[in-house]
Every structure is written in C-alpha cells, then in structure tokens.
C-alpha cells in the first residue's frame, strides 16, 4: 500500500510540476500565434499591431525557454523513479546530481520573463527605461 501512495504522489507531482504547466504554456503560445495571424485580416492601427507582434514573439520566446526549462525535470524525475537507482550509490549520486541541476533549471522559468520580454520586445525596454530613469531617480 505504501509503495502504491509513492507512485501516486510521485506520479502527481510529475504531472503538476512538469506535464502540467508546460501543455498550458505550448497551448496558450499556440493560441497567441494563432491570434497574431489573424491580425493581418484586420483593419487595426500600425501601432497595436506591431505591439500584438511583439507581445506574440515575447510569448513565443518563453514557450521556447520553458519547454527547455521544464522538460529535463520532468525526465529526471522520471528516470529517478528506477529502484535500481536507488539502491547503487553511484547511480543514486549522479542522479542527485542531475537533478538538483534540472531543479535550478526548472526554478530560472520563473526569473525569466524578465529577461526575455527586455530582450524581445523594445516597447517594454523603453517602459523600463522611463519607469527607471524619469520616475524613480
């Protein structure tokens, strides 16, 4: 019984850790190219349209990293699940290892954004900029 609430807990940490939160990242990045394709069928201004261009490469740009963020951890996790691995210490080092790298991996998902919207996008470097510069110095 015990070993069947393991699997179980292990399975759902997997999958809300991992399966989970990088399908709602590819589905939502989908729907955003998506929307941007439809863009070229309206009339809307030149402006909004690049900014809908931009926001769209911004989101495209985290799914990207977030698929290569995510995926490793979701892998380890699962290979470490082996009894094998467990029981060599050899194994069951390197396995610590390997997954105390995809750990810090999966935890840059949440100190990226930052980065990649100053990256893709000029309109949100120019906010920052003002916000940094004019309003608080």
């Known amino acids: 019984m015990k070993l069947l609430s393991n699997i179980l807990q292990l399975g759902m940490f997997l999958y809300f850790l991992g399966v989970l939160p990088l399908s709602i990242t590819v589905i939502f990045g989908c729907l955003a190219y998506r929307n941007v394709q439809k863009l070229s069928y309206r009339t809307i201004p030149l402006v909004r349209r690049k900014l809908d261009q931009q926001l769209t490469v911004m989101v495209q740009t ?3 990293f977030n698929v290569f963020a995510i995926t490793p951890y979701t892998i ?8 094998y691995i467990k029981r060599d210490p050899v194994a069951n080092a390197i396995s610590s290892s390997i997954r105390i790298l995809s750990t810090i991996l999966l935890y840059s998902c949440f100190a990226s954004p930052f980065y990649i919207y100053i990256c893709a996008s000029e309109r949100f470097r120019h906010q920052l900029v003002f916000v940094l510069c004019k309003m608080h110095l």
């Not at 380890?76 to 009894?83: E, V």
């Open 76 to 83: 380890i996790n699962a290979i470490i699940l082996d009894p």
């Open 62 to 64: 985290q799914v990207v």
